[in-house]
């Protein structure tokens, strides 16, 4: 079953501006994972959060976690035009298993 | 290159074909999984080997035959597909997935005529 959940909306920004997607989870969870997808490609793991950690910086990248609200939320700062992709979420359930979201679309304007 | 190669990128079959997908890894994982990706859909896990078990199927029709001859190979077989078969498949695999997630395939784009 899926677990994390974008906010289903689909960003256009200018480049140089930063892009801010959301995910929610239903279930409790050892940690949550970031991918990026390039339009008809494999997903890249970008970054992860454990659920004892409300923030983490990688990069450009900046992920929050609230478990409280289960949601998190993925900061891309200062955008290019290479960070067009869709945007994942995903939780771990079950056997080790990945739960993906429905993906967030970001479309960076040069 | 992720680590994760598959072939062929793209397939175009008749529905009374029979192809193979094919998936390769020379990253150590011992799990390997099939997803497929479906416009406007969530990604879809269909089959799971773990050591070379399959250990997950959801569901999937029976078109669809997955074969894992040992760690660094996944093959998926295709025969009597359907149009609304039509999508991305994506193969992934992990060593351990709680702390480093899946790495994945750049996918075959699949169209069903």
């Known amino acids: 079953s899926q677990q994390g959940e974008e906010d289903p909306q689909a960003l256009s920004i200018q480049e140089g501006e930063n892009a801010t997607m959301n995910c929610s989870y239903k279930t409790s969870i050892n940690n949550l994972q970031w991918y990026r997808q390039n339009s008809g490609r494999g997903l890249v793991h970008l970054i992860l959060i454990r659920s004892n950690e409300r923030e983490k910086h990688s990069g450009r990248l900046r992920v929050t976690l609230d478990t409280s609200k289960k949601s998190s939320s993925l900061l891309i700062t200062a955008s290019r035009a290479a960070d067009t992709a869709s945007y994942f979420c995903?939780?771990?359930?079950?056997?080790?298993?990945?739960?993906f979201g429905k993906g967030n679309q970001v479309v960076v304007i040069p | 290159e992720t680590g994760v190669t598959q072939t062929p990128r793209h397939l175009v079959m008749g529905m009374t074909n029979k192809k193979s997908l094919k998936c390769e890894q020379h990253?150590?994982?011992?799990?390997m999984y099939w997803y497929k990706q479906s416009a406007k859909k969530p990604l879809e896990l269909m089959f799971v080997y773990s050591l070379e078990e399959r250990v997950e199927n959801n569901s999937v029709p029976s078109r669809f035959s997955p074969e894992c001859p040992n760690s660094s190979h996944l093959f998926l077989h295709l025969h009597t597909l359907q149009p609304e078969d039509s999508a991305l498949y994506l193969c992934?695999?992990?060593?351990?997935?709680?702390?480093?997630?899946?790495?994945f395939g750049s996918g075959t784009r699949l169209t069903v005529v």
């Open positions: 990253l150590g994982h011992n799990a």
């Open positions: 995903a939780t771990v359930y079950g056997n080790n298993r990945l739960a």
């Open positions: 992934a695999s992990s060593q351990d997935p709680v702390n480093y997630g899946y790495t």
